[in-house]
């Protein structure tokens, strides 16, 4: 059960766009449709920023778009904001009613 | 919208036990499975637990698997965490999730140290 790879962090100025991967195997990321992703502000809670892979929950700008091919799965942010600087993570569902979280990801907005 | 309210954490010497609770604003809980997930300061998150609905599911991550049960008790709306054999590495924050991880709770601390 190893967690998912993501790079540690990523930066994009305000107005621009940020992507980042979350790279898993062929028993979790690229088995199921069940791909998650979190912000996590500085001393907060995760909060679910997207779900089944691509859609967003209630209250979740369009901003925030994913995608998945084979076994990993991408995060992309639109026009970045200040407020969007945070550690993002993903998550998979692997089968057996267990889920794996990604490593994390620092995104500052420059 | 429900808030999730983690308890029970503190400070535990190595081997000792310790249960955690979670408890919902409003009777939310049991039409949900639910979750345990940690984080160890500085780190990422790491799932722990699941349980289903009606309470008869659970799974574990591997690095609790044998020390940790989670419960539920539909009645009072409560999730729990008997953890058990602690070790320094289960220092983290322990955070309670709703099914499919969309809402949390604010975490409670656990500390494992002589």
């Known amino acids: 059960q190893s967690a998912l790879t993501q790079p540690p962090s990523a930066s994009g100025s305000p107005g621009q766009s940020v992507t980042i991967s979350c790279t898993g195997s062929?028993?979790?990321?690229?088995?199921?449709?069940?791909v998650s992703w979190f912000q996590q502000l500085s001393g907060k809670a995760p909060k679910l920023v997207l779900y089944?892979?691509?859609k967003r929950p209630s209250g979740v700008p369009d901003r925030f778009s994913g995608s998945k091919s084979g076994n990993t799965a991408s995060l992309t942010v639109s026009g970045l904001q200040t407020d969007d600087e945070a550690h993002y993570y993903c998550?998979?569902?692997?089968?057996?009613?267990?889920?794996?979280f990604g490593t994390g990801t620092k995104v500052t907005v420059l | 919208e429900v808030q999730l309210v983690e308890s029970g954490g503190g400070l535990v010497r190595p081997g000792g036990s310790l249960r955690l609770s979670c408890a919902a604003s409003?009777?939310?809980?049991?039409?949900?499975?639910m979750n345990w997930v940690r984080q160890a300061p500085g780190r990422g998150l790491e799932w722990v637990s699941i349980?289903?609905?009606?309470?008869?599911?659970?799974q574990y991550g591997d690095s609790v698997k044998g020390r940790f049960i989670i419960s539920r008790d539909s009645s009072n709306n409560m999730l729990y965490l008997q953890m058990n054999s602690l070790r320094a590495e289960d220092t983290a924050l322990y955070y309670c999730?709703?099914?499919?991880?969309?809402?949390w709770g604010r975490g409670t601390m656990v500390t494992v140290s002589a």
């Open positions: 999730a709703r099914e499919a991880f969309t809402i």
């Open positions: 409003t009777s939310g809980l049991n039409a949900y499975a």
């Open positions: 349980i289903s609905r009606g309470g008869t599911i659970t």
């Open positions: 062929s028993s979790d990321v690229g088995a199921y449709n069940f």
């Open positions: 089944e892979v691509s």
């Open positions: 998550s998979s569902y692997a089968g057996g009613n267990k889920y794996v």
